[in-house]
């Protein structure tokens, strides 16, 4: 898997764009007190990266991205950008992960949906703020390899062989 490529395109929510800046400076603080990720994904229209700060819902490697937008009535840009551009990269900390992005459905997304909710518990009031069923997304490594972390190059952590 290649690294994502293209040229970086801060969001325009202030809120998300400094959360970002932070969690890439020095690698937290958490949100609420929960650990946060950092998603890179390509843009659906535009094709510039994009980064966007999930809360860390992971199991076995895998992690969920979990569409709430804290419970509007339309699905957050990112989704767009996964469903059109499924290879991800997954900062966690010092960790930088190669990641594909596919849509749980049925029971596995009702484990992962409990899985997320334990999480962040917020995702149960978000869902209620809203009739759209929240998108949930699994983050899963190319082919189940172990060698997609290398050093991440600004925290001597790892960063993947995107």
Known sequence: MTALSGSYAPSTVPWVREEVEQLERVG?????????VV????????????????????HAGTYAAVASMAGADHHP????????HPLVELR?????????????????RA????????????????????????????????GGRDDHVRAHPLGGGAHSEA
């Open 39 to 58: 998603l890179t994904s390509l843009g659906a229209r535009t094709g510039h990266l994009r980064k966007t700060p999930l809360m860390r819902v992971e």
């Open 92 to 108: 966690d900390g010092e960790q930088v992960h190669a990641l594909v992005a596919r849509e749980a459905a049925g029971a596995e």
């Open 77 to 84: 840009q990112w989704y767009a950008n996964l469903l059109a």
């Open 111 to 142: 484990r992962w949906w409990s899985r997320a909710c334990t999480a962040f518990p917020s995702y149960v009031d978000y869902q209620s703020r809203t009739r759209r069923p929240i998108p949930l997304l699994l983050l899963e490594r190319p």
């Open 28 to 36: 937290g603080p958490a949100r609420r007190q929960r650990p946060v």
